[in-house]
């Protein structure tokens, strides 16, 4: 047999690695261009489209010029006034299209449409942006989940890992522990018996002996037995077979010939996706402990650029990653945070998870109370009966 040289290991090794990674990158990078493609075809039709002047723009105006005009009016009545009418305006009456429709507020506005935030302050004005909109995000939204997913899986796997590796390491620490305490208590026991000179003897009978040597005889007489019989079935296998070709041997022997296997296996990892997030069995505490790290970190990044302070930045890190998107706290620069968008994935994957970890307590939980009410109930029924 000749041993494979280090040449050909290294290229089988990163084969191996190409193919594991290939569908969470194909995912990925799916997920960008359809980004993209959103923000070229969205800063073309809604920056391009023509400024009009509405009836309720224009009544709005005229309503604005007549309040200016008495400014002389008690405060509060002018208040009253004004108020009112600024709920009405609409913020696609004073944005220039061309600024506020760039490439990058685009593609800001496709990241809030297929994660489902939504933040509310940039939307379509036009009849083709509206509609192309839902389009976008009918196949948009469950791209996005397919990559929320394979992320998962990648989270989970990473989570597990990393705890069932600290509970060893907690078991190794306890069991080094009771071994020490093992070997002390052995050590004063031996101490003990050589000091009222106690011998223990435990000698093996010769009956014991001959069953253990028939026993291994029996043994090794039926594995030759059976490797015998599996010669035999090879043999005749051998000549019943039709001739194969050498070329088609020398292909099915060479791995980098034969891609069948491979492309097999890499069919097989897609239809285990979020098999692992199922799986995942950690502690809800530290999940939660988890989450509030990620987004303390954001929160302490975001003030840098925008004029919030850390909580305002945690809660608009939290409304994000929940895809609640209230829109109450705008960002002056959402271009930058376009630099976080893989913090996004990641961060609405890691809410998810802890969701799921605790909509699973919760399952737990409510089975536990309708076990327990069952079991008063039957009690108290055999109460009743019995009265």
Known sequence: MERTSPPRQNKRSCTRLFWAVFPHACFLS??????LLGAVMFSHIEGNRKITESKEYEDFMHSLWNISQNLSEVKELFKNKTVPLLKDARSEWFANPKEQWSFLGSLFFCCTVFTTVGYGHTYPITKLGKYLCMLYAFFGIPLMFL??????????????????????????????????????????????????????????????????????????????????????????????????????????????????????????????????????????????????AYISCAAAILPNWEKMNFEEAFYFCFITLTTIGFGDIHLQHPNFFLFFSLYIVIGMETVIIAFKLGQDRLISFYKNLISYFAIVFNHLAKLVLMR
């Open 30 to 35: 799916s997920l960008v261009i359809y980004a």
């Open 147 to 292: 990559v929320l997913t394979d992320m998962g899986d990648i989270l989970a796997t990473i989570l597990s890992k990393s705890y069932n590796e600290f509970r060893k390491l907690q078991s190794k620490i306890l069991t080094c522990k009771l071994c020490c305490k093992k070997n002390r208590d052995t050590k004063d026991g031996m101490s003990l018996l050589m000091k009222h000179r106690i011998v223990i003897h435990e000698p093996l009978s010769i009956t014991e002996v001959l069953k253990s040597q028939s026993s291994v005889i029996k043994k090794s007489q039926q594995c030759r037995n059976a490797e015998i019989f599996e010669m035999l079935i090879a043999r005749e296998n051998q000549y019943l077979a039709p001739p194969v070709n050498k070329k088609l041997e020398r292909w099915s022997s060479c791995p980098e010939l034969d891609r069948r296997k491979m492309m097999s296996h890499v069919i097989d990892n897609f239809d285990k996706i979020g098999k692992e997030l199922e799986k995942l069995d950690v502690p809800i505490i530290l999940m939660a402990l988890i989450v509030f």
